[in-house]
């Protein structure tokens, strides 16, 4: 079974330029969690969402961030205009029901790095 | 807001030997989960506890729930190369509440 599915792996821009992060989930989840991972701060919650529906946003850094989920199978993480301090790694996550069991499935990550 | 404070930091152990670490937390959670995050990968779970008290195994690895619900430990017996990763907590205060993470314990077998 295909697990979640991040893409891009890796991605390199310069300060200012827009990035996306895109996530599958898997299929018949309907919780979908943005992570970021940083050495100084761990794994951060950014926001999820339940049955597409934002749930809770709090851990958006600021507004040059912005996720959408237009579909149960799809969702994006989209920082504009990115700068270095945003270098992390970013995980999606996906667990069935609202996660209320803890188990959550990562993907591979996206390792972002703004020069 | 809640933090989860875990030790050690690190471990550098031989291959064989058993390996313990713990998790604490500033405030009382009532589910624990123990995951793992392998180099280049994303963390994945491998126990999970909803009971103050609690004790679970998974094979070689064994957990156990607080009983002030503050803390949790985890114990790997006769550790193997494939053990080597970093391992965080995650506490849960309620079914519809966010996981929050542990700070993670990286640990390295020396050959």
């Known amino acids: 079974d295909a697990g979640v599915i991040q893409s891009p792996r890796h991605e390199v821009t310069e300060m200012g330029q827009e990035v996306t992060l895109r996530c599958k989930p898997i299929s018949g989840h309907n919780s979908l969690f943005w992570y970021r991972q940083t050495m100084m701060r761990g794994l951060e919650l950014l926001i999820y969402?339940?049955?597409?529906?934002?749930?809770?946003d709090s851990g958006m850094p600021e507004d040059r961030f912005s996720a959408k989920m237009p579909n149960a199978s799809f969702s994006t993480l989209k920082i504009q205009p990115s700068e270095p301090r945003d270098s992390a790694v970013y995980f999606c996550a996906s667990s069935f029901g609202r996660g209320d069991t803890g188990e959550l499935f990562f993907g591979e990550g996206s390792r972002l790095t703004v020069l | 807001g809640q933090q989860l404070n875990q030790s050690p930091q690190s471990m550098f152990i031989q291959e064989g030997e058993d390996v313990s670490m713990n998790c604490t937390s500033s405030s009382i959670f009532n589910t624990w989960l123990w995951y793992k995050q392998d180099p280049g990968e994303g963390p994945v779970l491998l126990i999970a506890l909803y009971k103050a008290g609690e004790l679970t195994s998974n094979g070689r690895l064994t957990a156990q729930f607080g009983i002030t619900r503050k803390d949790s430990f985890l114990n790997i017996s006769a550790s193997i190369p494939s053990d080597v990763g970093i391992y965080f907590c995650?506490?849960?205060?309620?079914?519809?509440?966010?996981?929050?993470f542990g700070t993670g314990t990286r640990l390295t077998i020396i050959p």
């Open positions: 969402f339940n049955n597409n529906v934002p749930i809770d």
């Open positions: 995650a506490g849960q205060l309620g079914g519809n509440e966010k996981l929050t």
